[in-house]
């Protein structure tokens, strides 16, 4: 699941809610992109780091939702 246009279409909706729940449930399933050229993956890591997740998350969810997951997709 690419989440990119997602957060950046919603991210002042409710759906953030949703994606919390999808990041501290599903974050072995999860890949973010940029949808480059319109957001570059500096924005989109900046936007989930201030809106998605929180204190609590786990830096290796996070890891494995930013690049780990991919490098997985790709064996």
Do not use: A, W
């Not at 909706?13 to 449930?25: M, P």
């Not at 204190?55 to 494995?64: G, I, R």
């Amino acid at each position: 699941m690419d989440l990119s246009t997602t957060i950046t279409r919603f991210q002042d909706t409710h759906i953030v809610n949703d994606i919390k729940f999808l990041f501290n449930t599903f974050d072995r399933r999860l890949c973010i992109g940029s949808d480059f050229p319109e957001h570059s993956i500096y924005d989109i890591v900046d936007l989930i780091d201030r809106k998605v997740i929180d204190n609590n998350f786990s830096d290796k969810k996070l890891e494995n939702i930013l690049f780990n997951n991919l490098n997985k997709f790709m064996e």
